[in-house]
């Protein structure tokens, strides 16, 4: 099936433009570069000339993206591109609106508008679980239920685009031409393809794996744990890390099992939470290099503790994570990253 991947050249966009291919589908990563890179559009490129191609566009170029759909017959849309750093967003939330929205806004007119106003059949959304912000008492693991309530802007644009995913699918059915809607809320996505083709590059790299491995490998001196402080048991935040492959698993599963007319939210994590503490002995054991931690105050917006109650996503997708050993998602970031010390640019 001809699908369109936006945001396909950042992290989990290449990584499920991959696994696409490899079921034999027919692939257009769409992406402007401006965090995502060339080298894994180039890679995948090689690999898989017949199936895959490029499209250098802004996710809202409503003219580009519905060129691209009507001339490749897409009919599914999975939706990556967006910016992704909580800290970020409380900087400058307007950047963050913008782009995660309004672009946005632009996807869907073309969604909207190609094939002579039929518009496309199937949309895949990459939403969060920092759209639950911080969970209420009981609701920890986090089902799809949970109220949600963001403590970042980040969040909130993420929630946002949800409504506006939800009144889109109402307005398609009413027009007697349903579309099959899926938002899937990721916990914390991590490590990277196990052939070693594909990882994780991110500048700047705030993510707390990468981060740690930085500090394992010397590429930085030294890093910081955000806050000690917190209501658990070692103090620091505890979160869920999916490995990439099983996150975008559940994206091939939610294409071929979320029928025309449904709406569907799934969590996609492991059911499991390790805090930041943990995560660091899990890289001082995987890497063997027993690095610098300084202890600094509390990032904003960060929520205490999420992870996820994947209930759901068993009985309806049939998906589990198939890599659950924290040291073994670890271990496919390390690799990586201790090969590519200048990410793709190596
Ligand atoms: N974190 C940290 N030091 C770092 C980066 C992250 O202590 O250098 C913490 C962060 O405060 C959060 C957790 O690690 O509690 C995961 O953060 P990350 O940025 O990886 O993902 P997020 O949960 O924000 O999506």
New binding site residues.
């Given amino acids: 099936m001809p699908t369109l991947v936006t945001g396909g050249a950042g992290y989990i966009g290449s990584h499920a433009c991959q696994r696409l291919l490899r079921d034999g589908h027919q692939v257009i990563a769409l992406d402007n570069l401006f965090r995502g890179h060339r080298a894994p559009m180039d890679l995948l490129s090689h690999a898989y000339p017949r199936q895959f191609s490029f499209v250098h566009a802004d996710v809202g170029d409503t003219e580009a993206v519905t060129a691209a759909i009507n001339e490749h017959e897409i009919d599914t849309v999975m939706h990556f591109g967006a910016l992704a750093y ?1 800290g970020e967003s409380v900087e400058d939330p307007l950047w963050y609106y913008r782009n995660n929205i309004a672009m946005g806004i632009g996807l869907l007119d073309a969604c909207d508008q190609a094939h002579d106003g039929r518009g496309i059949s199937r949309f895949i959304f990459s939403s969060s679980c ?1 759209t639950y912000g911080d969970p209420p008492e009981g609701m920890i693991p986090v089902p799809e239920n949970c109220p949600q309530s963001p403590t970042s802007p980040y969040g909130y644009t993420k929630l946002h685009f949800e409504h506006i995913l939800k009144d889109y699918a109402t307005k398609r059915q009413r027009e007697d031409n349903p579309i099959a809607l899926t938002m899937l809320r990721y916990f ?1 996505v991590a490590g990277s393809d196990r052939t070693g083709m594909l990882g994780e590059d991110h500048t700047p790299e ?4 990468p ?1 740690g491995i930085d500090a394992a490998t010397g590429k930085r001196d030294s ?5 000690t402080d917190y209501p658990t048991p070692d103090g ?2 505890i ?1 869920d890390y999916v490995h990439v492959e099983d996150l975008v698993d559940a994206h091939a599963r939610a294409m071929e099992r979320v029928q025309i007319g449904e709406v569907q939210a799934f969590n996609v994590g492991i059911g499991k939470g390790y805090s ?1 503490r943990e995560i660091l002995d899990s890289i001082k054991r995987v890497s063997g290099v027993d690095f610098a931690v300084h202890e600094t105050d509390r ?1 904003a917006g ?1 929520a205490i503790a999420l992870y996820n109650d994947p209930t759901k996503i068993k009985a309806t997708l049939g998906w589990d994570a198939q890599i659950t050993d924290i040291d073994e998602i670890v271990t496919t970031a390390y690799t990586w990253l201790k090969g590519h010390p200048n990410g793709y640019a190596t």
């Avoid at 705030?206 to 794996?209: K, P, S, V």
């Avoid at 890093?223 to 806050?227: D, K, P, Q, V």
């Fill in positions: 909580v920092a914390n705030t993510h707390l794996i981060v890093m910081s744990i955000f806050g620091t935040c979160r930041v990032r960060d």
